[in-house]
Every structure is written in structure tokens, then in C-alpha cells.
């Protein structure tokens, strides 16, 4: 089992930066890729950004050169900072792993989510 703990989302203005951060505790060495996704109100929840344990990143169109995904694979955690950020950000944001077994997904955890909001 894994566990995923956030923090870092709330209120800011339109061109501002916020920086989340996941934290995971539990089986983690089954665990790879790790990121993050979010979800606005009505809307399905989307990928924002992914890292590898190799430090292989990928993004979301609406995100890149924005916002910048990184992990700190001593403290087990991953970090989404994000810049020059649009009303249109404004969502709740997940962190996720996916469990790897025999080099397939076979399951997916989830943290309890972070809102964050960006007033124009």
C-alpha cells in the first residue's frame, strides 16, 4: 500500500506561482512514474504532469513552460512548481503513482487532493 500526502495548493493572483508537493510513504518501490493531475468543477480530471524515477518528465500542452515537475527521490516526494499561472489552472490538483507489476500498471493510488485556485 501506498500513501500520498499533498500540500501546497490555495489562493493566488493570475501571473502568480504556487508550489505543490506530494509526499509518499508506504510500499514505494513498487511505484513509477509518479505526477500529478487535476480536475476543475464539471470537467474530467486531466494530466498535468508526469516524472520517472529516472527523472523522465512529460507535460500537458496547456502546461508547458509553466509549470516544472520534479522529485527528491530521498525524501520520496514530488514536487509541481507553477509559474505565470491563468484563471483556467483553477482546479483540484491529484497526485499520483501507478504501481508497476512485471513492468505493467496494474494499479493507481491517489492522494486526497489540493485546491487551487487563480483569480484574473
Known amino acids: 500500500q501506498v500513501q500520498l500526502v499533498e500540500s501546497g495548493g490555495g489562493l493566488v493572483q493570475a501571473g502568480g506561482s504556487l508550489r505543490l508537493s506530494c509526499a509518499a510513504s508506504g510500499s514505494i518501490f513498487s511505484i513509477n512514474p509518479m505526477g500529478w493531475y487535476r480536475q476543475a468543477p464539471g470537467k474530467q480530471r486531466d494530466m498535468v504532469a508526469i516524472?520517472?524515477?529516472?527523472?523522465?518528465?512529460n507535460y500537458a500542452n496547456s502546461v508547458k513552460g509553466r509549470f516544472t515537475i520534479s522529485r527528491d527521490n530521498a525524501k520520496n516526494t514530488v514536487y509541481l512548481q507553477m509559474n505565470s499561472l491563468k484563471p483556467e489552472d483553477t482546479a483540484v490538483y491529484y497526485c499520483?503513482?501507478?504501481?508497476?507489476?512485471?513492468?505493467?500498471?496494474?494499479?493507481?493510488?491517489w492522494g486526497q487532493g489540493t485546491q487551487v485556485t487563480v483569480s484574473s
Open positions: 499520483n503513482a501507478k504501481r508497476l507489476r512485471g513492468g505493467v500498471v496494474d494499479y493507481e493510488y
Open positions: 516524472i520517472t524515477s529516472g527523472g523522465t518528465t
